[in-house]
């Protein structure tokens, strides 16, 4: 089924035919062990209905499908139709469909929990779509938002200056780019006060670390490689960056130069993923 999901909005300008979904999938592999922890303290069982509302690639819709078989179902949706595509390609007998998330075509009072996860904050109104999506629980049904990042990454246990240097122009980039100032990109820490505002009762929060050390993996290096050295820093920070910090970070993300920093062997890397869930009052 498919629904007439919006062409465009949010901050970040996504939309229907917005594609990271190679980014999308790298992340979801390098951070398996950590997201499948969030997911197993839910406590899911066997017959419960779930969404996935911003599914992505699809494979945390495969994880949740996994904690509520057999009996139970777990379906996903998302605005991104190359998204859904690589999503179906991966789960031949999910239900997945196109939508926007505050105008989704699902009944009221369905759902036994929805996993919503780096979303909820790319949309125009998250308060408005949350609470659209809190009518889709039962009463007792839960929300989960997951956000990644409510800390600040950290990447240069050798160089705190240089690391300093490097986040603040990504936070100079994002403005540029997109008009948006720090306390914008900082919006997602205020996901507790959201869940209370749309009205859930009874919220948590749990901060999940993720923790790489040299030596990495294959998949840990190829989703800072490609997500974070060559996509959100790269050639996009040249402008942001004197000649000589830039020409040093880019030698720290260079695999061919003897200081690139993922075979350093004081490489520390952590990035935080936050989930914050609520229940649905009566």
Not at 64 to 74: D, K
Not at 93 to 118: G, M, T
Not at 246 to 267: G, I
Not at 277 to 282: E, I, K, Q, S
Request: hydrophobic share 40%; glycine share 8%; charged share 25%.
């Amino acid at each position: 089924m498919r629904s007439d999901p919006m062409q465009s909005g949010g901050p970040l300008g996504d939309s229907a035919g917005r594609d990271y979904s190679r980014k999308l999938q790298r992340f979801n592999t390098f951070a398996e062990p950590e997201l499948r922890e969030a997911i197993a303290s839910l406590k899911l069982r066997p017959g419960m209905r779930v969404l996935d509302a911003g599914c992505g690639t699809g494979e945390a819709l495969r994880w949740l499908s996994e904690t509520v078989e057999p009996g139970g179902f777990a379906v996903g949706t998302d605005l991104s139709a190359p998204h859904l595509s690589a999503c179906a390609q991966g789960r031949k007998n999910s239900l997945v469909f196109q939508a926007d998330l505050s105008r989704l075509p699902l009944h009221a009072a369905s759902l036994d929990l929805i996993w919503c996860v780096n979303t909820i904050h790319h949309l125009p109104d998250p308060l408005t779509a949350l609470q659209a999506l809190s009518s889709l629980l039962h009463a007792g049904g839960r929300i989960a938002l997951g956000q990644s990042s409510f800390l600040p990454d950290m990447y240069f246990a050798w160089d705190s200056r240089l690391e300093r240097l490097t986040n603040e122009a990504v936070r100079r980039y994002y403005r540029e780019r997109y008009g948006l100032q720090e306390q914008d990109l900082k919006a997602v820490r205020a996901t507790v006060g959201l869940m209370r505002n749309a009205g859930l009762r009874h919220v948590k929060a749990r901060t999940f670390i993720i923790e790489r050390i040299f030596p990495v993996s294959a998949d840990t290096e190829a989703y800072l490689l490609e997500a974070i050295f060559r996509g959100t820093w790269g050639e996009r920070l040249r402008p942001f960056l004197s000649s000589e910090d830039y020409a040093e970070l880019s030698r720290l993300c260079d695999p061919q130069h003897a200081d690139y920093a993922l075979r350093r062997e004081d490489f520390h890397f952590m990035q935080s993923f936050t989930l914050v869930v609520g229940a649905r009052g009566d």
